[in-house]
């Protein structure tokens, strides 16, 4: 009996990819298995972003060359693929991760669009009541996007806006980064090394 039972992530086209790469990399290091999607937009911000040109025939050297290792553990779902696993509620996924999510995303997820693969698994995620963790990234907010952000949230999903805190010492922008991959994974009880932790000691992480 196959009984891989991964988190969902899904990439969509808001600037923030280093935050996505930063979440797959920790599931992983935690040894679960993730599946990818990414959308249609998040291939311009993957490529505006770090170079790479990912692309659905050859995702595997392009997911390997962004995530710095062998995605092995890694399945890959086109965006477009509307048959793929994560579309249905009986494949076993465990929840899901939009990050970095577009306020498009945010939007079409909110009232139930389903435009592509990635809205489609967000909604089989909230209506199969599995974690869903929304990581919006814009600013400012629209009024429509902060009603689509509550709309998420009294949906059941979490809405952990792409908001580095500075209190852990982080140093550099990998740090600030990881710190907001920390938070989506504890979101989701998946145990990391990223940050140093609130100790309660003012100045502990300087
Ligand atoms: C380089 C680039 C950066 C973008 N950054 C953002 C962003 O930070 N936040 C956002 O909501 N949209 C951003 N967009 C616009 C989205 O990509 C656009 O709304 C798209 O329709 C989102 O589609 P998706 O949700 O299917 O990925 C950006 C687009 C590009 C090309």
Redesign the pocket.
């Known amino acids: 009996m196959n009984t891989r039972a991964p988190w969902v992530v899904g990439v ?5 990819t280093p935050y996505a790469r930063s979440v797959i990399n920790g599931l992983l290091d935690a040894g679960r298995p993730v599946d990818v999607v990414v ?4 291939r ?2 993957i490529l ?2 770090t170079g790479i040109a990912f692309r659905d025939a050859h995702w595997t050297e392009d997911l390997g060359e962004w995530l710095g290792r062998d995605p092995v553990d890694v399945r890959h779902w086109p ?1 477009g693929d509307l048959a793929a696993g994560p579309a249905s509620g009986s494949y076993p996924a465990l929840g899901m991760v939009v990050v ?7 939007a ?1 997820i909110a009232i139930g669009l389903s ?2 693969l ?2 489609r698994a967000a909604d089989v995620t909230l209506k199969e009541r599995r974690p869903l963790v929304v990581v ?3 600013t400012p907010y629209t009024r429509a996007t902060l009603q689509h952000l509550l709309e998420l949230h009294d949906a059941g999903a979490v809405v952990l806006p792409a908001s580095p805190g500075f209190y852990s010492g982080a140093k550099s922008v990998d740090q600030l980064v990881d710190f907001v991959a920390a938070k989506v994974l504890d979101a989701i009880g998946v145990p990391h090394d990223l940050i140093t932790r609130w100790t309660g000691e003012l100045g502990a992480g300087r």
């Open positions: 969509s086209g808001a600037s923030g959308s249609r937009a998040a311009l911000t505006d972003e965006a970095p999510a577009s306020t498009a995303a945010v079409g435009k592509d990635l809205q919006p990234r814009e």
